[in-house]
DNA sequence: TTAAGAACAGTAAACGTTTACAAATCACGA
DNA sequence: TCGTGATTTGTAAACGTTTACTGTTCTTAA
């Protein structure tokens, strides 16, 4: 009935646990349990002795003991490329509340933008008890992806959608969007359209938006006009990709930049260097952040609806482990935000 | 030395155990344990056999287990008011770097805005053996205070510093840092300066930057020019509150915005209104956000170390935990970064 | 009054790990 | 050859829970 006696492995335990709270109310550690946990099980006056005694003292069950019990830490974690970015923190963010609103905590690690070794990163999460793992990307580390099969840890690839993956995924189609931002540029009459991108390397997003671009191109029997740039977290210099774009195609009416940051360092270097958007030139960004629509002029961008991509995974996690119901792929629609950094094209107007 | 046989509580074990590795080793669990944490006290042949064993199975030692045995989790919590925000999400992100760079693992809980009713979020962090608590802003609940300090609950208030604090503090002084401004602004030789300030409702920071603001126009004998606009996450409205302020005091020729998000509105609605930036009216941001460098004319504001105040507060966090040595305070300094969005007043120029 | 069943409470085992202690083995000098 | 001490390995207990099983008490009907 009392705590058994043992040489305490700290000088004194700094929570209570559920021994000092069967002690306080006179009970065993059973009925603590079920009176905290099942209580229709336990006696009125017993429960309610119980519940004063545990509220006396704060206590909480530790987690810790009850996972290794109950076999479940109902922990589910996230890895994204960077935390401080407004694209990938939205959808973090509505992960982490999702988890939290569903009795579920979820530990976030950053991965940086190479998707390839995973693996170690991952381990920590996994030993702590991840029953779920929430990655952003593709995840290209084959040794992630064995030992999650093998081991039968739920596996999502989050944020970005791939019509082929190896595992599910959730998240808006970076192709798709592409062609639908050059649709619209075609529909207003632009036929000269250049791109401007970060690197690619290790980037889906990226990757996904250039071979969009490229197939484009091909079907209209063009060379694609691409533009690399370095890009230093949020700080990119389009400017000088923009130099080079206008000297070698001066043609260009519109240019496709593949980030926000990107479109506003080429919007500040355009207004040096004379040309106005959107009347010589149309404009637009990618990830449609707010502050796209502060600058001036607005700029034209692709929404991605983060909160749903965000809810959406996290729930079909937790779906996953609550039922067992297989996870299962889930694409989002982006949309097009239409701004004043676009405008008929030139020779048109 | 064989696995005890128990009736499973789940079907079948999907992570292997110390107990599989043993058995593939032909060895005791308590060798297993001993060859993978303190090599050098087990014979090199059966050191060689447990650690082939235990690679073979991608054996991972259950953190859970071993949290309960050690009684230590290596977990340290955060609880951030919003982490879909520049502002804070690089500090969260240099948290989680920092611990995991440490071997240490993080919990991230949003709070929203309003920092009073804690206890009751922080809940099942503790529960889930949160070792430390990290908590951006003042703190106000007073039972998590009280909760702390009876558990011995290593409790941190980060972000904002704060000269008078109950718990210690790392982080940056937003009254030090609104003098700071203010000083800049006189030194040009700007007299009538206004303030345009989101919500200070449960907002240490905004009440900071206020508190500084009226104390300094009581020194000089000036009644406080002070607007408050609404604040939608990242997007403001702060073109009626310049209205306002243009049309009650068009004496004004400074302009400091709480947010960089409220100057960037208010740079559109001065375009609009015809006044110019900085010719007619200078303008500052707060908090340095990338964005604010690219807007045009480029923002002045104040800039914080937000990457040093997280790896701060993680690091003496963890300090606390494996010396013992005592949380103490530490102050920040901030940066005003002088940009086109400021220069000398009209009248004087 | 008593037997039977229902309702409730307690005992003990188990989850996966580490580690004190005991036991076994080994090396080596007397 | 044997004793001694050093080295290595195994046994078992403990960390804080939950829960199957058992035992006790209470209720109620005969």
Redesign the pocket.
Known sequence: ?A????????AR?I????????KAA?????????????P????????ERVVAAADSMD?????????????RTQIISTMLPRLADPLFSAVASAIQETLEENGYLGFVQTSGFDNSNLFDRAKRLI?HGTEGLIIFGRIDDQRLLDYCRAHQLPLLSAYSYFEKSEVPTIGFDNYLATRQLVEMLHTLGHSRIAMISGSDKGNDRQQSRIRAFRDINAELGQEPVIEFTHMDFDMADGGAALRRIMENHPETTALICNRCVIAFSVMVEARRLGITVPEHLSLTGFDDIDYAALFDPSLTTVAVPSEKIGRAAAKAMIARLETGAPLGSRRFETEVILRRSVARPRTTA
Chains 1, 2 share one sequence.
């Open positions: 009935m705590k058994p006696k043992s040489q305490a492995i700290q335990r929570r209570p646990t559920i021994h000092d709270v069967a006179g009970v065993s550690i059973a009925t603590v349990s079920r009176a905290l946990n099942s229709d099980s336990v006696r009125k006056e017993l429960r206590y909480m069950a530790d987690s810790v003991g009850k996972a290794l019990r109950r076999q030993e």
